[in-house]
Structure formats: C-alpha cells, structure tokens
C-alpha cells in the first residue's frame, strides 16, 4: 500500500465516523511561544482542548506534517540510528474535543487496523498508563485484547524503563494519559515489549498513541483539568507503511527508498545500506518542508533548526565524499515523492532549491577546512575532542555542536561538551566588554545614557534550543 493510499484510508474512515478533514497546518505554529515547531497533530488545536477557541465540529482528522529536533521531543539524535525515527515525519490523527472519550477511541483505532490496514491482531501489543483500568478493561474485555499483550506502563517517574504512558506536547499545555499500539516485526530483530529492558530496540515499535487529554499543564508543573476530556492519537505514517509494505525500517519504505537512491546519485554513493544516506533522505524533507513554511537558513530559533539540520547533512554528504553543492538537488525528487501530497511543496519546490543551495554555497569552505582542522585534532588525540577545537569549529567554520556531537560519536571520541560551554561563555564576556568599550565612547559622544542590549542579540548566544 503506497503512503498516498494510506492517508486516503485513513481520513476517509475517519471521516465516516463523523470526523472533518482538516488540512495540516504549517511547520511553525500560529503565536504559541511555548513551542517552536509543531511536533504532533494536535499542535493546532491546543486552543480547542484548552477551551480558548472553538471549531465549527466536535471531532477532526488530519495528516499533520511534523517535526521532532529540538524541545520536548527531539528526535535529531535517533536519526541514522534507529529503524523507526525521523526529524520530518507525518501524524496521521483523529480528534475528539468533547466529544467522544475512551471507548470509542479505542474502538476506531482497532476496528481500522484491523479491518480497514488488515493488520494481523496477534501481533499487535497494547500499552495503558499504569492506573487506567478502564482503558485495560476496554482491550481486555471489549476488544479481547489477551492479557499478556496488555501492558501497564508508568509515567517515567521511578519507572525502571524509559517508556512512558503519559503524554504531553511541550513542559506546558495539554496533556493526558494514554494507550499505544506496537507491532511486533519478528523474533528475529532485536528488542523487548515495552517495558521491559529490551525495550529501546526496534522489534517491538510503537505505531499509534491514543492520548485521553484530561488536563492542562502550567508552568509549576499543577495539572487542571480540562473544560471536557478530550482524545488527541497520532500514528507515524512512515511506521504504518513499513508494516503494511512488509518491511522492518521506515527507510526500507517505497517515498524513502526513491530518496535514498537519489541521495546516492547525488553524492556518488555506491552502498544504498549507507547510513549517511539515510541522514540525507531524511533531512531533504526536513529542511525542505521548512522553507516551504517560510522559515530560512539563520543563527537563531527556527532558522538555527534548519540551518542544523541541512549543516549535518551536508557534512554526511562530505563524508559520502561529494564536496560539491548536491543538497538542493534532491528537492526536485522530493518533489516526485511528496509534492501530489502537498501542493504546497510543489509550489515552492524552485525557491526550497534556492535556499538550500545558497546555504550550501555559504557552509562548502568552511566545512571542507573545519574537517581538516577537526581531523588534524583527533590525530593528535583519537579518544578526545577537547571544548575549545569544537568551539573554534562553531564559532570560525560554523560547526553546530550536535554536527560535531555527531562525527565523535560516530567515531566513539568523547567531546568535552563543558569545554564548549566555558569557551562559549569566555567569548560572551569578551564581547561584552567589547562592547561596553564601545558604548562608552558612543555614550560620551551622545552625551546621554544607553541600555546595553548589543551582546544579548549575537547570534552566538542562541545554539541550544
Ligand atoms: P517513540 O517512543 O518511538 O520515540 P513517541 O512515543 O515519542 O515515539 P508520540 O509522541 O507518542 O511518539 O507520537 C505519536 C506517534 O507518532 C508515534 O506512535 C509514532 O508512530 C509517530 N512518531 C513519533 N516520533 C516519530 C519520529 N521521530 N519519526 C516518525 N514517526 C514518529
Ligand atoms: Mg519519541
Ligand atoms: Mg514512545
Ligand atoms: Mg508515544
């Protein structure tokens, strides 16, 4: 089943139960402080759960566009690690805002993946926060979910393992517990249920999380309940194909293997198992989708999440030994992939190449003489990449310390990450007084008083998000 069949079943079945497409909003959300780029589907209709705003219908399905590198959930690490995560990725969901509650949820979700996506019941597990019997009730004895593959979960408070049954989208806003679904890829992959220690490898994955938002969450961290209970699911439509397709990883997936071999054309790859080509096929969506939502390349917030993003791909492009200017060039086969999809894409796709390129074009030299000055350091020193050399890196070639994070860790260095931070901070307090020296003799020349604001808006200062 291609991605666009997917989607298409997805909303339609939805829709049947009453539910109002609802077209995805963009990648930055509309004035929400708290978070700087949407991470699910419920993102757009925080204001809906919370009881600020109201729709003109009680229960929405979407296909969100989405992406996890930074805040809460931030997936950047995972990226080239893991079967099953990407920076960009698409939410399929349905919403209920006071509308319908546990039950129901519960129902949909099974009777569509199991009627509609014909996926085999016995391989699918179930998670419920570890309180809720009447979720485990609805499984056990509604759905007839057997026991042994209903798992209680805790909220990662004193939890053994790192699962947790209780979501939340940012430190503030709406949130709840909830049920999840995995599917079981086979004995022969590595990994445990959830919950147990071998949790954290791939066999097991999670494919579709059923939150039961009950509450809002302020900023001591008090929950208040919401105006009604709500339901807020989210699946990974990367992570639906691979199951429906009949593949393990979601870059085995039919829209990331056309990537994948393009990502190969572009940097002379041979090896489509290369990880870096994965990284690639991965951040062209990423940042693509990005610019399509008006953000560009730039030193602070969004624009440093996509400057990130695109700065480790084109250092995996380097690695892949392509020097050249490629990135911009695989838009045009994103556009192939995606671009029916989302118009949106499509009709950007030339200004998208643009602004990659430009960013390529701005990052090449630094980035071929900042690798030789990092290679020349880790001659000397194999096992250790020393604060100040990764803060040159940052600071004179425009290394992002997770790209730096990202090359030690593929070679097992350990990087001095407090160094950074004390050289950093020595820089700040240089410029400060470079600046102070400089107002002094602007203030003399004024003759009146001026509040030094000059250090706080260098473009330095913003690269932990
Ligand atoms: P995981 O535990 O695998 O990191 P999650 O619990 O962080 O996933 P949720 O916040 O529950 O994910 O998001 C809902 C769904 O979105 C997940 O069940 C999964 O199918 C999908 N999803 C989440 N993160 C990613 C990602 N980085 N790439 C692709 N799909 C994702
Ligand atoms: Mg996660
Ligand atoms: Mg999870
Ligand atoms: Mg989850």
């Known amino acids: ?92 969901g349905n919403f209920s805002f006071g509308d319908y509650f546990k039950r129901d949820a519960i129902n949909y979700c099974w009777e569509l993946l199991t009627r509609v996506y014909l996926l085999p019941a016995e391989k699918l597990t179930v998670t ?58 086979g004995a022969d992959i590595w990994g445990g249920p959830p919950g147990s220690p071998e949790e954290d490898g791939d066999r097991f994955i999670e494919i579709w999380n059923l939150v039961f938002m009950q509450f809002n969450r302020d900023e001591a961290g008090v929950l208040t309940p919401l105006p009604k209970p709500s339901i807020d699911t989210g699946m990974g439509m990367e992570r639906l194909a691979a199951v429906l397709q009949h593949v393990h990883s979601n870059y085995e997936i039919d829209l990331f293997q056309a990537l994948i071999k393009a990502a190969a054309r572009e940097t002379g790859a041979l090896d489509l198992e290369n990880n870096s080509l994965k990284v690639i096929a991965d951040h062209i969506r990423a940042a693509s989708f990005m610019i399509v939502d008006g953000i560009i390349p730039s030193s602070e917030g969004h624009g440093y999440v996509l400057r990130r993003i695109i700065r480790r791909a084109l250092r995996h492009g380097h690695k892949l030994g392509q020097t050249k200017p490629f990135f911009h060039k695989l838009v045009a086969d994103l556009d192939i992939e995606m671009g029916e999809a989302y118009p949106e894409l499509r009709e950007a796709s030339a200004r998208v190449a643009q602004v990659l390129k430009a960013e390529e074009e701005r990052f090449g030299e630094t980035l071929e003489n900042g690798m030789k000055i990092l290679e020349a350091q880790l001659a000397k020193d194999a096992n250790n990449l020393d604060g100040a050399t990764a803060f040159t890196l940052y600071d004179t070639y425009g290394f992002p310390l997770d790209l730096t994070a990202d090359i030690c860790r593929e ?29 002094a003799a ?21 690269h932990v998000l």
């Open 442 to 462: 602007k203030v003399e020349y004024a003759g009146e008083k001026t509040k030094f604001v000059g250090y706080e808006s260098l473009a330095h200062n913003t």
């Open 128 to 185: 419920v926060y570890f309180e809720d019997d009447e979720a485990y009730d609805i499984w056990a004895n509604e759905i007839g979910v057997p026991k042994e593959r209903i798992i209680r979960i805790g909220d990662n408070k004193g939890a053994r393992y790192a699962s947790d049954n209780f979501w939340q989208m940012a430190d503030t806003g709406p949130c709840g517990p909830c049920t999840e679904v995995f599917y079981d890829h």
């Open 411 to 439: 070679r097992g260095v350990t990087l001095d990450e407090a160094g950074f931070a004390a050289a950093m901070e020595q820089q700040k307090k240089t410029a400060r007084a470079a600046g102070k020296f400089k107002m």
């Open 1 to 92: 089943m291609k991605s666009s069949e997917i989607r298409d079943k997805f909303l339609k079945f939805f829709e049947s139960k009453g539910h109002t497409i609802v077209r995805s909003s963009p990648l930055v959300p509309g004035n929400d402080p708290t978070m700087l780029l949407t991470n699910s589907g419920m993102v757009q209709f925080k204001d809906v759960f919370l009881g600020l705003d109201t729709r003109p219908y009680s229960r929405a399905t979407t296909v969100q566009r989405c992406v996890r590198a930074g805040g809460k959930h931030n997936d950047l690490e995972n990226v080239g690690y893991t079967a099953r995560h990407h920076t960009f990725f698409e939410m399929l």
